[in-house]
């Protein structure tokens, strides 16, 4: 019985140990790709496996010699530094001096003059004023509900209805005192139109208040701010018309507050600053004092009011 039983004991713990064993097995065989996609996923966060850090985990190729020949070879930033020393010996004595004089000019930029620093507080105070008293920019403003009688005064020194009324008034008129004096006017008006739309093309200063300019702003040729176009025109008209006409005193005040007023116009419109209306004031001036200077005669006008209408019998 003894001898028949220890066989198949034998026989069981035999087949447990190859049921165990296999069942190590399947589980190794279970846990293996877990174990890989572990090992990848540190090989891929390793730092050194990236391709920029690849040479260093290859060994050197030829040891003693290139350890030899970099230790010989001086490091790239030696050598730009050495290029760098060469080529300023090489170098002439007026570059040098330049490069002296450069730091000079940045001092001077980073600290300007008394003059640039009296400039620019002057043009900030300037813009500062002129967007204040801008009251009738738009009709949303403080003095929004005046600003279409702001700017009819503002039309009545427009250049395009004084150009066209003097051309009007020239053909009604039968006096050669009254065609001097408009010939005159005209010639004035057409020179103050073309004066500040080169000044204001040379200048290309905006207004206060950034608007788009009219259609008789574009004819007259009255883009941009500086200098003031109705403020010149109304200084050279009014002081011509002084100068050239018989008025009474409360016409003549009335005349000076007129071009005084649409001056102030154009600033409470937000069209320009202060500064450009002043400028105005003295180009009209100058205007004023150019043409009087050239003032043409009763026979030039006659001539020229010939070519214009294509009348040649004066000519003869």
Not at 126 to 145: E, F, P
Request: proline fraction near 5%; glycine fraction near 6%.
């Amino acid at each position: 019985m003894w001898m028949r039983l220890i066989p198949f004991t034998d026989s069981l713990c035999e087949e447990q140990d190859s049921k165990t064993h296999l069942g190590w097995k399947v589980r190794r065989e279970i846990k293996m790709p877990a174990n890989q996609t572990r090992s990848r996923v540190r090989e891929r966060n390793n730092v050194l496996n990236r391709p920029e850090f690849m040479s260093l985990n290859q060994p050197l190729k030829s040891g003693s010699g290139e350890a030899r020949g970099t230790a010989r070879r001086p490091p790239q930033r030696q050598q730009s530094q050495n290029q760098q020393g060469a080529n300023a010996q090489h170098e002439s004595p007026e570059n040098n001096k330049e490069r002296k004089e450069l730091p000079e000019e940045d001092c001077m930029q980073l600290n300007p003059s008394f003059k640039g620093i009296a400039m620019n507080s002057l043009l900030a105070i300037d813009i500062c004023m002129s967007k204040r008293l801008g009251v009738c920019a738009h009709t949303t403003s403080s003095w929004g509900s005046v600003r279409s009688m702001v700017k009819l005064l503002a039309l009545t020194g427009h250049g395009i209805p004084w150009i066209f009324g003097t051309i009007v008034c020239l053909t009604r008129s039968n006096t050669l005192a009254g065609q001097e004096v408009l010939v005159n006017l005209l010639l004035a008006l057409l020179l103050d139109v073309m004066t500040v739309a080169g000044m204001q093309k040379l200048v290309k200063r905006k207004g206060p208040w950034e608007m788009p300019p009219s259609f008789l702003d574009y004819l007259a040729m009255d883009i941009y701010s500086f200098p003031a176009a109705h403020a010149s025109r109304a200084v050279m008209v009014s002081k011509f018309l002084l100068a050239h006409l018989v008025l009474a005193v409360p016409l003549r005040i009335l005349l000076v507050l007129w071009a005084v007023l649409v001056g102030m116009s154009r600033v409470l419109l937000g069209r320009h600053h202060l500064t450009d209306v002043g400028c105005g004031f003295a180009l009209g001036f100058l205007h004023y004092t150019l043409v009087e200077m050239v003032w043409l005669s009763s026979n030039t006008c006659q001539t020229l009011i010939s070519i214009g209408t294509f009348n040649w019998s004066p000519l003869y």
